[in-house]
T-cell receptor
C-alpha cells in the first residue's frame, strides 16, 4: 500500500536553529507533494506544494522544501525557526491522497 | 468567516447511536473531502465529492458510514451504530476548480467521542 513516512515524531529546537523535517513516500508514479501545518488550536493549512518544475519550492513564512525524485523524498526546511513555528507538520502525497503521521515541532524561546 | 465550517464541533454519544455531522465548504468550491484523524496520526481520507457526485470512497468507509452532498454545496457524514473505535476528529476540506487535488482548505473538525 502507498504510504508516507515522516522521520521524526517530535523535534525540539531553540529559536534561530535550522530545521529539516523528513518526508518519504512509497508511490512510484507522478505525484503532487504538499506540506500542511497545524498551529495549536487552529485548522490544517497549506504550507507549500510541489507539482512539477523546479524541485526546490518556497512556501509561506520562510519555509521551503526540496523534491528528490530518486529518493522519493520531500523534506521541509527553514534556515532559522521562530517560537511561532511551534506546530504539527504533515507531509501529503496525491495520488493517492495520503498524509504522513505528522511531526510535532516545539521551538523553545 | 468565509472558511470551511463544520458542525457540531464536539459530539459525545453512546455506543450504538447514530450521529450526523455537517460541513459547509467555501462558497464555489466544487470539491469536498472528508477525513478522519486520530491522535498521533495524520488525516485519513474517507471520501470525496465533486459537486454532488461522490467520486471516491476509501476502504476505511465501512457500510456504517454514509456521506451525501445533495445539492453540491454542504455535505453530511452519518455514522450508524457508532462504535468506540469511531472516536476521532472528523475533518472536512474543500477545494476550488483549478486547484490540484490535496490543495485543500480544511475546516476545524468535529471531535466525536463514543462512550
Amino acid at each position: 500500500a502507498q504510504s508516507v513516512s515522516q522521520h521524526n515524531h517530535h523535534v525540539i529546537l531553540s529559536e534561530a536553529a535550522s530545521l529539516e523535517l523528513g518526508c518519504n513516500y512509497s508511490y512510484g508514479g507522478t505525484v503532487n507533494l504538499f506540506w500542511y501545518v497545524q498551529y495549536p488550536g487552529q485548522h490544517l493549512q497549506l504550507l507549500l506544494k510541489y507539482f512539477s518544475g523546479d524541485p526546490l519550492v518556497k512556501g509561506i513564512k520562510g519555509f521551503e522544501a526540496e523534491f528528490i525524485k530518486s529518493k522519493f523524498s520531500f523534506n521541509l526546511r527553514k534556515p532559522s525557526v521562530q517560537w511561532s513555528d511551534t506546530a504539527e507538520y504533515f507531509c501529503a502525497v496525491t495520488p493517492p491522497r495520503v498524509f504522513g503521521p505528522g511531526t510535532r515541532l516545539s521551538v523553545l524561546p | 468567516d468565509t472558511g470551511v465550517s463544520q458542525n457540531p464541533r464536539h459530539k459525545i454519544t453512546k455506543r450504538g447511536q447514530n450521529v450526523t455531522f455537517r460541513c459547509d465548504p467555501i462558497s464555489e468550491h466544487n470539491r469536498l473531502y472528508w477525513y478522519r484523524q486520530t491522535l498521533g496520526q495524520g488525516p485519513e481520507f474517507l471520501t470525496y465529492f465533486q459537486n454532488e457526485a461522490q467520486l471516491e470512497k476509501s476502504r476505511l468507509l465501512s457500510d456504517r458510514f454514509s456521506a451525501e452532498r445533495p445539492k453540491g454545496s454542504f455535505s453530511t457524514l452519518e455514522i450508524q451504530r457508532t462504535e468506540q473505535g469511531d472516536s476521532a476528529m472528523y475533518l472536512c476540506a474543500s477545494s476550488a476548480p483549478g486547484l490540484a487535488d490535496n490543495e485543500q482548505f480544511f475546516g476545524p473538525g468535529t471531535r466525536l467521542t463514543v462512550l
